[in-house]
């Protein structure tokens, strides 16, 4: 198998594997229901940060040391499963405040589009980089599955890269796609009732992924 060859099969391989339902959809789709669709961008490119960095971490070789390493790997498990646990659990018991946030912006015209007048709302993005920098499956997903489209005769290092590259840039346009779906509907989904109850969906999602993380920890 060729360059070439690998690229077309790993291009649609990567496409199915970013449009899969996930905690990261569940995020990003949360964000542009309840907030706006700038927020919302912001997640989704901290989430893809978060992949590109994994895919450097996999490229040149500190994925397989992870991989090797219990202790690192359960100590970073335990991490990203404590922020997990935190953000779900504030997201749900804050229900209300965030309600009330949402309520606010949605009776502005305009809102869902514009910059938020604080700047870059790092926050958002933070908040998805952090969700997938502290999954190390992602990390050991990125080391066990990229290889498999790396042809002999190649740079290893540049190929990984360039592979992991194009894996960000399909889940980012796939969040773009999802947030652009999600606009229209934001009046609706903006209702006082509707935003707590993707809050605290959502937060739930968050819980249960940081209680797995946290379990599989355990019994590794």
């Known amino acids: ?16 594997l970013a449009i899969t339902p996930g905690l990261d959809t569940a995020l990003v789709l949360r964000t542009a229901a309840s907030e706006n669709g700038w927020r919302a961008l912001c997640a989704g490119a901290g989430i893809c940060l978060g992949c590109l960095l994994w895919g450097i971490v996999a490229a040149f070789g500190l994925g397989a040391l992870l991989d090797a390493s219990r202790t690192a790997y359960t100590a970073l498990r335990w991490a990203g499963a404590a922020y997990l646990i935190y953000l779900g659990g504030r997201m749900a018991l804050n229900a209300r405040s965030r309600m009330d946030e949402a309520a606010g912006e949605s009776a502005a015209p305009g809102a869902s589009t514009a910059v938020p007048a604080g700047g870059w709302p790092s926050i958002w993005l933070s908040r998805g980089l952090l969700t997938n920098i502290l999954n190390p499956k992602v990390g050991v997903f990125y080391v066990t599955f990229l290889p498999q489209f790396v042809p002999a005769g190649v740079d290893v290092r540049s190929f990984t890269l360039l592979l992991a590259s194009i894996h960000v ?4 346009l796939w969040f773009v ?3 652009a779906m999600t606009r229209p509907l934001a009046a609706a989904l903006c209702r006082p009732g509707v935003v707590r109850t993707l809050d605290r969906i959502t937060g739930g999602i968050l819980i249960a992924f940081g209680l797995k993380l946290f379990f599989s920890a355990r019994h590794a």
């Open 1 to 16: 198998m060729g360059p070439s060859e690998a690229l077309i099969a790993f291009v649609p391989a990567a496409g199915l």
């Open 177 to 179: 796609l999802l947030i």
């Open 169 to 172: 840039l399909e889940s980012f």
